[in-house]
């Protein structure tokens, strides 16, 4: 399989993205989020989407200014977040925000639902005295959009700092996944010891524009 | 009344050496500025940083779960969600340092931000919580309350909360008071914080203990010999490799070999086929493997995804000691092996697997439909030892591997009571990059060098 994995635009990485697909973004607190994917994602005229994204609770971030945007426009039926920042549309009650349901959990479990789906697992069981047998089952994911520091052209990947957050374990669960990355770099630049993704997880790859950079 | 800083001394005086602590949001994000680079302490955030750290005042690619800008200290580590999810399964935090919003005479806590956090986790998986928070919010509104609000998730654990002027602690149970300031009585107390609350019958005057510096890390080992010295008969020792001399901890193996303890249940992908297949041995020499402890009569059990040679007629010193009666066998296929070890290092009891559904492997296993598959239940693997084959190491413990001596080492480390590394060279602290440190200095917890003059054949 040689097939080319590098995109021109954030538009056509993501054009076959559907109605109802279930979406998962990478970040904490704005650190390692894919703005240029996020920004376009928002533009898109979808709708039904179940979105796994950690929205950030300290800062507002571009991240999460389009989340609430597509939530406005009744773009995403389902939030599955570690974290929701207060939201006068946030009803605590009923766990909805205008007309999308927000299903909070907690950071482990959710990586570890996610590494359970990239590990081909049917579910697991946590050693625990209280909980005890519950199970822990896999979330599908048709598509991550991760952001990258350094991808070469294979999808090999390597992160930045504290940005790392779930681009990796995202990129593992993912059906499909579109790496944004800081920059392009040629096959056998990156260490093969240090290289944190390995570019068969990754499927598309599309290069931060400045303006996504700057914002 | 004491301030910011003295309260998070009073925290740091209940941390003991090699703790490895998850701070929160808010004052545990200060933590790290009141502790010196060579102190046996880890401190974990939310988004990422494990080791320790400065706030920076220049923007930097790595921030502390807080949103500053920080520069990590030498030896510190970057890893991503998942790996620290593992670290809270798995059960490595001794203490979560956390400022919650609000709590409640019940004992149970909330936090300002709405959802979870990693607080179900961490509320779960550690077993001591200590808790800094002011008495009273910003509004002037005291942070304990009769009755938690019911909207807000709540959390429960066990644990210590420190103020400005009292320490109390927590439990399902409820709350007591265990220090108060002097000049001031538990009426007092009350008054402030406008809730009826009770002391601890051994209740004592509150002091901040002066910082005292928990000593520096030393995971240094003179020898094999001294590192392997208390492995106990009957204990379960991981062993890595893949199958040729390629990552083996050849001098460990000696070591354990000379220290002589027995019953030994050895984890491992093979049980010692190096020395049959001999890749790359200079003629007439024996590649050292496991086959030195089998043939020392030291194992009882292996527990092995590829225990016989691949050729029947040189057959390895396992092989014969199992036709011969004298050892167990348990077969794994390899990726379950894999899997079962990171099972044992993360808190996972047991996964479905399809692999060997149908098969030999899953008689005596709960088997389960998912979606039209079989999958089997298998169980994770912990061992009181691993001996690990590392390239480099700095003295906090921090291990990187050579090629694809990498093998099980990295997802055998965090499986073990104690894991010994066999490193090529120990390197100044800081010289290897965070990003690409395999190994966290908190799953290692004795380093040998290789000695330059040691021969891995026999």
Redesign the interface.
């Given at each position: 399989m040689t097939g080319n994995k590098l995109y021109t635009s954030c538009a056509l990485a993501m054009r076959d993205i559907v109605n109802g697909c279930t979406i998962g973004i990478s970040g904490?607190?704005?650190?390692g989020e894919p703005l240029g994917l996020i920004c376009q994602l928002a533009t898109m005229h979808l709708t039904n989407l179940r979105i796994i994204y950690?929205?950030p609770?300290?800062?507002q971030t571009i991240g999460s200014r389009m989340i609430h945007q597509m939530i406005s426009d009744d773009k995403i039926s389902e939030l599955i977040?570690?974290?929701?920042?207060?939201s006068e549309a946030?009803d605590?009650?009923t766990k909805m925000v205008k007309n999308t349901v927000v299903n909070?959990?907690?950071?482990?479990?959710?990586?570890?639902k996610?590494?359970?789906k990239g590990?081909?697992?049917?579910?697991?069981?946590?050693?625990?005295d209280?909980?005890g047998d519950k199970e822990y089952l896999g979330l599908n994911m048709d598509v991550a959009l991760i952001k990258s520091?350094k991808t070469d052209t294979l999808g090999n990947t390597?992160?930045?700092?504290?940005?790392?957050?779930?681009?990796?374990?995202m990129a593992i669960a993912a059906h499909t996944t579109i790496a944004e990355t800081n920059d392009l770099v040629e096959i056998g630049t990156l260490?093969p010891?240090?290289i944190?993704t390995p570019g068969i997880f990754v499927n598309r790859i599309v290069l931060t524009s400045e303006k996504s950079r700057i914002d | 009344m004491f301030n910011t800083t003295e309260i998070i001394d009073k925290a740091l005086s209940t941390l003991t050496a090699n703790d490895v602590i998850f701070l929160g949001k808010g004052i545990p994000s200060l933590i790290p500025t009141r502790v010196l680079e060579h102190e046996p302490l880890i401190f974990v955030t939310e988004s990422g940083l494990v080791g320790k750290w400065t706030i920076s005042n220049e923007p930097t690619n790595t921030e502390d779960s807080n949103g500053n800008y920080v520069t990590l200290t030498n030896g510190s580590v970057v890893m991503g969600s998942s790996e620290i999810a593992e670290i809270i399964t798995g059960r490595h935090i001794q203490k979560y340092i956390t400022c919650p919003d609000k709590i409640g005479t019940c004992g149970s806590f909330v936090m300002k931000e709405h959802g979870l956090g990693f607080n179900e986790s961490l509320t779960r998986f550690v077993d001591d919580i200590i808790c800094v928070m002011h008495l009273l919010d910003d509004e002037g509104n005291s942070n304990f309350v009769q009755t938690l609000d019911d909207n807000r998730i709540k959390f429960t654990g066990t644990g210590t909360i420190i103020t400005e002027i009292a320490v109390f602690k927590f439990s399902p149970q409820g709350l007591k008071v265990t220090e108060l300031i002097p000049d001031l009585s538990l009426k007092d107390l009350q008054i402030k914080i406008g809730i009826e609350i009770d002391q601890d019958p051994d209740m004592i005057p509150m002091e901040i203990p002066k910082r005292c510096p928990l000593g520096v890390i030393d995971k240094i080992f003179k020898s094999g010999e001294e590192a392997l010295n208390d492995v106990p008969d009957g204990a379960v020792v991981m062993i890595d490799g893949f199958a040729g001399p390629g990552g083996m901890a050849h001098h460990l193996l000696v070591s354990l070999r000379d220290q002589g303890a027995k019953n030994l249940t050895i984890i491992s992908n093979t049980a010692g086929i190096a020395r049959v297949v001999n890749f790359g041995t200079p003629p007439g020499k024996l590649v050292i493997d496991h086959s030195i402890l089998i043939d020392n009569k030291q194992v009882k059990k292996a527990i092995a995804s590829y225990p016989v040679s691949p050729s029947s007629s040189s057959p390895s010193s396992f092989e014969l000691a199992y036709k011969a009666g004298e050892v167990e066998l348990e077969l794994v296929p390899q990726g379950t092996l894999a899997e079962r070890l990171r099972a044992g290092g993360t808190g996972v009891e047991s996964f479905y697997t399809p692999t060997g559904a149908g098969t030999l492997i899953a008689e005596g296993k709960d088997t389960k439909i998912i979606n039209g598959k079989e999958y089997i239940r298998e169980t994770g693997l912990k061992a009181d030892f691993c001996v690990i084959r590392g390239h480099q190491a700095d003295a906090l413990g921090n291990v990187t591997y050579k090629g694809t001596s990498r093998n099980f080492n990295a997802v055998m480390a965090p499986s073990a009571t104690i894991t010994v590394v066999e490193v090529d060279e120990v390197v100044p602290t800081g010289t290897l990059d965070p990003e690409s440190i395999v190994t966290s200095g908190m799953f290692v917890d004795r380093i040998v060098i290789r000695p330059k003059d040691f021969s891995p054949y026999e």
């Open positions: 904490n607190e704005g650190g950690n929205v609770v300290i800062k977040t570690p974290s929701y920042p207060p946030f605590v009650n909070f959990i907690d950071h482990s479990y959710l990586a570890e996610l590494r359970i590990a081909g697992l049917g579910g697991i069981f946590y050693s625990s209280s909980i520091d390597v992160y930045s700092g504290s940005n790392r957050n779930y681009s990796p374990i260490d010891e240090c944190v | -």
